[in-house]
């Protein structure tokens, strides 16, 4: 018996043709000026990646493990991992305008100063960390509370 290849519905199949649709026209669009320098974006950004940021990302995440690990509290590194992950992510993001390197571009085409961003990143980050360990504050009274007393 052979097994039947998983088809969606007719509504799946058509959503998935029209996403495709999109991305091709977008992806004609974007290249259709400057096509080199996008293509050599991606392949740097893809290179750096993979070559400079996953081994420094993953020495981070391994000594996170091994610190919270040795105190008996592995299940804590999430507290670390979310807001670390957040705040890069809007590091990346915002970049050009953190970094103010395209802070002239941005004031001519938008009208609006690029001042604060940096700024505004690190009050982001420091709120992340900050609702990261409530949360981990919280957890810790919640186990010590359920947790019964010592027999001596």
């Known amino acids: 018996m052979r097994a039947r290849p998983a088809v969606g519905s ?5 959503l998935l043709a029209a996403s495709f649709a ?4 977008a992806g004609v669009r974007l290249l259709e000026g400057d096509w080199f320098e996008v293509a050599l974006w991606f392949v740097g950004a893809a290179l750096v990646h993979d070559l400079a940021l996953v081994p420094l990302y993953s020495a981070a995440d391994r000594a996170l493990v091994t610190a919270f690990g040795a105190a008996g509290r592995r299940w804590a590194v999430g507290y670390v991992r979310v807001p670390a992950a957040l705040s890069l992510l809007l590091l990346l993001v915002w970049f050009p305008l953190i970094s103010g390197r395209v802070a002239h571009r941005y004031e001519s085409a938008t009208g609006l ?9 690190l009050l982001v980050t420091a709120a992340l960390f900050a609702g990261s360990a409530v949360l981990f504050v919280r957890r810790l009274r919640r186990t010590a509370k359920e947790r019964p007393p010592e027999v001596h």
């Not at 999109?22 to 026209?25: F, P, S, V």
């Not at 100063?113 to 990143?121: C, M, Q, V």
């Open 113 to 121: 100063s690029a001042d604060g961003y940096p700024a505004r990143w």
């Open 22 to 25: 999109l991305a091709g026209y």
């Open 10 to 14: 007719p509504f799946q199949l058509l």
